[in-house]
C-alpha cells in the first residue's frame, strides 16, 4: 500500500478532482433516481431511488413518501429518514424510518475518500457485519464513488429498533455497562482472532499501521499532534507533558506490535461517542468507517481509556482486561497470558491518545470533527491512563 504525504501530488490531484464534483453538485443539484446512483446528500434522495434500494426484496412495494429529521455533522452528515410505504409496502418487512450517514461537503469528501473510509464503512455492512454476533446496526444500503467522494449509507434507526440512546464523553459508563463493552469487543475479535487470511478475504481493508501511516503522514497530523499537545497542556499531566518527545518513538513501536501479535478485525474508533446503549441495557457499537486489521489491544486499551472515568478506569482496568481475555478464550479457543496482554494494554493506550491530538487540532483538509471541550476530555482521560500505566515505556 502506497503512502501518500501532504507533499505528494496525488493528494493535490484528489483535491482538485474532489473539488469539482463538489462544485458541480452544489450548482446543479442533481437528484437520485436510479438505484445504482450514489446521492450527492441525503437531501437528493428520491421515493424512486429510496424504492430502489429498500424495496429490491419486495418488488411490488414503493416508497411513497418520505421526512428527513434533523441534521447532525462530523466526519459525515446524519439525518434520520422516516419513510411511507404504498400498501404493499406496508405490508412487506420493511424499516419505518433510516438513519443515514454522506459525505455533501467538500472536506468531508477529501478526507473520507483519501483515507477510503467511504469504502471501509460500505463493504463492512455489506461482507463483514453479516458474519457478527454483536449488538451493532443492521446495513440497509451502501454506495460510494472514489472518483467524487460521494458516499451515503443508509443503517438502522436503532432509536426506533432498540429505544437506543447514543453515548457521548458526559454518559457515564458503571461497572455493568463497562463488563458489557468489554464483551462487545471480545465478541468481535474473537470472531477473527488469530486469522491470517484477513487480508485477502476482505482485500479492501488497511492493516493498522497502513491506516495510520495514511492518516498521520497522508495528512502531516504529527505537527498537529504537537500543537494539541501544547494547546492541551493543562489537562495533561505533567511527566507526560516533559516526556513529548517520546510519544513518537513509543508509537512506532506499538505498531509493531500489529505486524507480529496475531491480528483480527479491530473497530479502530471506539470512544464513547460511537457507543449505544439499548433499551435492555446493552452497549452497542456503531460507526464503523475506521475498521481495520490490527492486534485486539488497539481497541481494548482506546474503550477503557476513553469511555470510563479517570477513577473507574483505575479501579476496574485489571479486571476488565481478565474479563476480556476470558471472554477472548471462549469465542476464539485462544488463551494470552495476563502480563503479556497487560503490556500490551499500556502500549497501545498511545495510539488512543494520537486519535484526539489530531481532532482537538487537524489539517485543513479535514473537518472539525468534535467539539473543543470533548477532545480536551479525551485527551485528559488519555494522557492520565498513559501517566498512570507508564505507557511511554512499555514495549
Known sequence: MRQQSTDDPNLFQAVLRIGAHTAWDALFRPLAHDPDDVPRSIEAVTTDWLSGVLCANAPDARVIGFDLGPQTSGSTVRRRIDLRYDRSGRNADLPASVFAKSSPAFLNRVMLTFSRTIENEALFYRHIRPLLLLEAP????????????????????????????FCSPKSYIDRSKAEDLVGVLAALHGRFYGRTDLGSQFPWLSTYPEWFSAGYDGFGLWRFHEQAMTEAVDVIPADISRRRDAIRPAQMRSLETHAHAPSTLIH???????????????????????????????????????????????????????????????????????EHAWKLYRQQMVAAL??????????????????????????????????????????
Open 268 to 338: 479502530n474508533d471506539v470512544h464513547l461517542g460511537n457507543w449505544y446503549i439499548t433499551q435492555e441495557g446493552r452497549m452497542g457499537l456503531c460507526d464503523w468507517q475506521c475498521v481495520t486489521i490490527g492486534s485486539w489491544a488497539r481497541d481494548f486499551s482506546y474503550a477503557v481509556g476513553a469511555t470510563l472515568t479517570v477513577e473507574d478506569r483505575r479501579s476496574w482496568e485489571r479486571d476488565l482486561l481478565a474479563l476480556y481475555l476470558e471472554k477472548l478464550r471462549a469465542a476464539s479457543g485462544e488463551t494470552l497470558p495476563f
Open 354 to 395: 494520537l486519535m484526539w491530538t489530531a481532532t482537538l487540532c487537524h489539517s485543513p483538509w479535514m473537518p472539525d470533527m468534535q467539539p473543543r471541550e470533548i477532545s480536551r476530555e479525551m485527551i485528559r482521560r488519555l494522557t492520565t491512563a498513559m501517566s498512570d500505566l507508564d505507557s511511554l515505556a512499555a514495549d
Open 138 to 165: 443492521v446495513g440497509y444500503h451502501s454506495a460510494y464513488d472514489l472518483a467524487s467522494g460521494r458516499s451515503i449509507h443508509l443503517l438502522e434507526d436503532l432509536v426506533a429498533t432498540k429505544a437506543a440512546t
